[in-house]
């Protein structure tokens, strides 16, 4: 409640109390790259990552300066992190691959196409991982796919939202996910069982 962490387009991140931010000084953590998308499983831990190099970067927001980039999407088109524990992340990328990780020690991970299995590859825009044997993603054609990030296998796109980009998602449980489009919609879904949900007007289209 007393410390955020937000990244950039130009490789910095910037620590802030939320309710007094002062005039926080943004620290260099990935030089001359596009910082995408920041997760935080503690208050001493942050994983980012970049779009066009495939990087990820871990450091601590309190001490950033000794952060160290580490190569793990040949693809380089990085979108979105998602770190259920400190000892695993999950990103995911424009070509419908995912990739998980230990950020401490990220080595060679695997890169699983998850958004493949269906025509057109979808351009993976977010992910959330509300444990750590249970990852959603959504893409941009409305889809949805739910799987298990040590064991994700080829699971199966499932539309949500009508071929809408979908940009954004949060899951506060492994039973309930929302996600909104770019056009001002939100759709509310049970991952492992999605079904037909509504989407929902939430900014009058704007």
Known sequence: AT????????????TFDPASPGTPVPTTIDPGNELRSVAC???????????????EV???????????????????ILTAVACPSTSQCTAVDGFGNEVTFNPASPGTPNLVGID???NPIGSLDAVAC??????????GYGREITFDPASP???????????NSLQALACPSTSQCTA????GSEVT????APGTPTPTQTNGGS
């Open 3 to 14: 410390q955020c962490t937000a990244v950039d387009f130009s490789g910095q991140e910037v």
């Open 41 to 55: 499983p503690s208050a001493s831990q942050c994983t980012a990552i970049d779009y066009y190099a495939g990087q």
């Open 58 to 76: 871990t450091f601590n927001p309190t001490s950033p300066s000794t952060a160290t980039p580490a190569p793990i999407d040949a693809t380089r």
């Open 116 to 118: 493949n299995a269906t």
């Open 130 to 139: 509300p444990s750590v044997s249970q990852c959603t993603a959504v893409d």
């Open 153 to 163: 296998g080829v699971p199966t796109p499932e539309s949500i939202d009508a071929g």
């Open 180 to 183: 909104v489009d770019a056009l």
């Open 189 to 192: 879904f049970n991952p492992t």
